[in-house]
């Protein structure tokens, strides 16, 4: 029996950042929430959906937020326990265990959180594979689950319960709440019974998490990465220095674009390449010299040259030496029907798809 | 020691109507050095002494070689660079005991204060923790009524308990009200010789981090306050009727009665101070900045007289706190071997603090003798280059900088552009500076994440020359 202890927590999360893609909120608050609740709570156990009554619901769990809100108001003590009697009410079942949803530093961690402080064990699972901003682009929906109801609640005693027959209303009607709620809020969502559970939800993400922080401690600092790009199957693209960050805020999104110059392996005399990421959240597409080369689904991550620090997007600053990683994505979102939920069109971005090893 | 150029940023000097004069003093860990300069910044008299003791009798000795009697009327400043007001954050952690009071309950819970400190850390500092009702959301609404109650109930649990109290609210850099209510009920009830240090302007959005940051302010306030007490008195006993300033890391100064809760601005003054002082000496605000006044060479860089950022906080003893720190690159201990392996250290670190900046000078700071031997690295040397952290001391400004989040029902962008503006503006001044010269620096947009509605993230910093006592402007008018 697999069990999550004071020990992982690093790993988990340094391993956890990498899936955020250069998103999945602020990994130190995220060390001190699962550090927090393993002290006080004890080690989280591990399950897998076939272990668990195949009629029992699972609880899934995501936390919601603005990552400069959480920061200032992370979660208490209690919404754990009245998120659970709301989704059992709402969704007429009783759980038997917690589902992860999204992995990035913060949601890997909230779902632990949660099963420690309900005493449920949490399943090495999740929907995502990775950390992708709605609620509708999990492999459940893929798999034509709907994510209503969604369940909500907050710190200081209100609850949302929202349904809508299409995915965008829910998520339409999620962000609308969000502000009523101070921005922060522990959230449920999709009904799926641990049967369901075992048929669409892959196992191993937190373990993977644990490998993935594990390999990255094993690269110095001014490394290649080696190891981490063994593990994951990944691509280090190219290295260089920031040379500009600009974000603008069009459709109430920030889109935001870092511009890389690319010097090493340049032969002298050529000009540098000039590589360009575009993120909103997380990051979506890499293109040098104007060339594409590699987008979402695959994970694209900036890695520090000099600290090894896998970078939060927003966190990075001109002059800093990067690496550009690209780890490819689990098998079903390069279907058509993934692509069309979390390719590069869905972001908003007008091109064609490009994965890892491709160009 | 050379005339130097003005360090107003061609603001027209105010030396012809005797503008009051400033001593800097940089307490080294081996040496002390010290510039007493004019309105205009020109040095007017330099010394430099071994380190044969602590700091109060090194600054008064140092004072009474650079402010001849006859001068000491002109001097009302006095600015101190040393490192001796946070020893104890290195073993034997002399570090008083604390209490640690949180506003922001029913949220913030999750987290308890002092999660994951080093145990010997936590060991020495913990005393009473408490989360009690309060604290601010993201648009200025109360989270929760201030539960004053509680807070008092806590204080009396304090009484003999603790020797200094550290405060931090949820949303607290937003709205520093309820941290400035708890305080008054703390002071209330414990009396004014147990310091209450809070956090709403320690930094931007990071609860844990703002409250890390005082903890170890409120452990260090006793050492601190003494320090700065002993620096005090080494004023009024070299017959100078002046204001005591502490340098920081960042290069700019705070006044003593400041630091004495705030210990930790003080981290990273020795090369903050030579960092601005060279850049002032040369009249260059940006450079990059070759610092061998260490054990290590340190190299940094500076724009436009702010220095650059590592976008990362500063970490205490493994503590993230939520300091700004400057990015500072480490290149090795300085040698006389020319193009040896040493250098190639350096230059790779002197042209990564310089990257995407252009071609920009590169000076070397430090003591007279050490440093590079080739001739040939294009580096200024400026002839008073080992004095480099005194006049950087003797002519630093006091800044503030801003950075939250603005929300448009806060009003349209432009008003949240000036309302950034001002409370960087106010910030510098309540840090020393002069109004009348406060320069607010260029409006920086930050980046956000996962955000559901219009807001903006902006940051800014204003900076300006120390304020001067009212009598001698006033005298001059």
Known sequence: MRRITVDDVDDLVRGAVVLGGGGGGDPYLARQMLLAALERFGPVTLVDAADLDPASLVLPVLSAGVPSALVEMFHGEHESTRLRALFETVAEGTCSAVLPVQLGAVNAVAPIVAAAQLGLPCLDADVMRRCFPMVEMTLLALGGLSPSPVVMVDSRGSSVVLAATDQATVSRLLRSAMPHLGLVALISTYRLTAKTCAELAPRGGLTGCIRIGRALRDCPPGSDHAPLLELCSGRLLVSGVVSEITQRTTDGFPRGVVSIEATEDVPTGTAARMVRIDFQNENLVVAEDGVVAVTVPDLINLIDVDSGTVMQTVDVAVGQRVHVVAIPVDERWHTPEGIALVGPRAFGLDVDPVRVGSA | MRAARDPTGGIPGPAAVGWPWGVGVDIGAVRTTGVLVDGAGR????????????????????????????????????????SALTVGLDPPHALDR???????????????????????????????????????????????????????TFALRCAGRASAVA????????????????????????????????????????????????????????????????????????????????????????????????????????????????????????????????????????????????????????????????????????????????????HAAVDQAGAGLGPIPVALVGPVGRGPARADDGWVRHPDGALAAAYGAATGEASATVDRLFWFADGSREECVQAARQAARDGAV?????????????????????????????????????????????RHR
């Open chain 2, 98 to 152: 604390v209490a640690v009071l949180r506003i922001g309950a029913p949220a913030t819970a999750a987290v308890p204060p002092l999660t994951g400190w080093p145990p010997e850390l936590a060991a020495a500092v913990r005393g009473p923790v408490e989360i009690v009702g309060g604290g601010h959301l993201h648009d200025g609404t109360p989270l929760a009524p201030l539960d004053a109650a509680a807070i008092r």
């Open chain 2, 43 to 82: 040095a007017e008299a330099c010394h430099e002494l071994p380190t044969t003791a602590g700091p109060a009798p090194m600054l008064e000795q140092m004072l009474a070689a650079v402010v001849t009697p006859s001068r000491r009327g002109h001097v009302a400043r006095v600015v101190v660079s040393t």
């Open chain 2, 167 to 346: 405060v931090s609210a949820a949303g607290g850099y937003l709205d520093p009200g309820h941290e400035e209510r708890a305080m008054g009920i703390l002071a209330e009830v414990l009396g004014a010789a147990v310091p209450v240090v809070t956090s709403h302007d320690l930094g931007g959005a990071g609860l844990l981090e703002r409250e890390n940051t005082a903890v170890f302010d409120a452990a260090l306030a006793g050492a601190a306050s003494d320090c700065t007490g002993a620096l005090g008195a080494a004023v009024s006993a070299a017959g100078l009727d002046a204001d005591l300033y502490l340098m920081g890391g960042a290069g700019t100064v705070l006044p003593a009665s400041r630091v004495a809760h705030h210990a930790l601005h003080t981290v990273g003054a020795a090369h903050g101070s030579a960092r601005s002082g060279i850049a002032r000496l040369l009249g260059s605000p940006t450079l990059v900045v070759v610092d061998a006044n260490g054990a290590e060479l340190l190299v940094s860089a500076q724009v436009d007289g702010l220095p650059v950022e590592s976008g990362l906080l500063t970490e205490v003893r493994g503590v993230r706190t939520a300091l700004r720190a400057v990015r500072v690159l480490p290149a090795g201990r300085p040698s006389g071997a020319v193009g040896g392996a040493r250098w190639t250290r350096v």
């Open chain 2, 430 to 474: 309540r840090a020393g500076a002069d109004p009348r010269r406060v320069r607010v620096g260029a409006v920086r947009e930050m980046m956000l994440t996962y955000v559901p509605m219009p807001c903006v993230r902006l940051r800014v910093t204003a900076t300006g020359p120390i304020v001067a006592p009212t009598t001698v402007a006033g």
